[in-house]
């Protein structure tokens, strides 16, 4: 059975870090691209950065540019969000997705998988 489980989430000062984990259980992430979203209170899920199969990482969002980093550890089936100098505009849910046949899309109809969602609340 596929699962993927995000974790880290919690409540942060504005200027502070956080790193997201996203772990695959029932396949593996190899030749996968993966996603994080986020969704604020009363909007829709956005995308903020993907992993593409070949390991680049292509930004949806321009603000995390410079702060926000992915990576993956390929023995742990996980790939993580590095968040730095986080701001309260951060707040949202924020999910990781995976594509299985590696595309990276800043839309969400394309991705196969979801995890359940961690919250990050950044105060000012």
């Known amino acids: 059975e596929v699962h993927l489980v995000e974790s880290g989430g919690g409540l942060v000062q504005a200027g502070g870090s956080l790193t997201l984990s996203c772990t695959a259980s029932g396949f593996t992430l190899d030749e996968t691209a993966i996603a994080w979203f986020r ?6 899920r956005e995308g903020v950065l993907c992993y593409t199969r070949s390991r680049l ?3 949806y969002e321009d603000s995390a540019k410079g702060r926000f980093t992915i990576s993956i550890d390929n023995a742990k089936n996980t790939v993580y969000l590095r968040m730095n100098n986080l701001k309260p ?19 969400t109809h394309r991705y196969n998988y979801w ?8 105060s000012s």
């Open 89 to 107: 505009e951060d707040t949202a849910v924020y999910y990781c997705g995976v594509q299985a046949e590696g595309v990276c899309t800043g839309g």
């Open 39 to 44: 969704q604020a209170s009363g909007k829709e």
């Open 115 to 122: 995890g359940q969602g961690t919250q990050v609340t950044v």
């Open 57 to 59: 990482s292509i930004y």
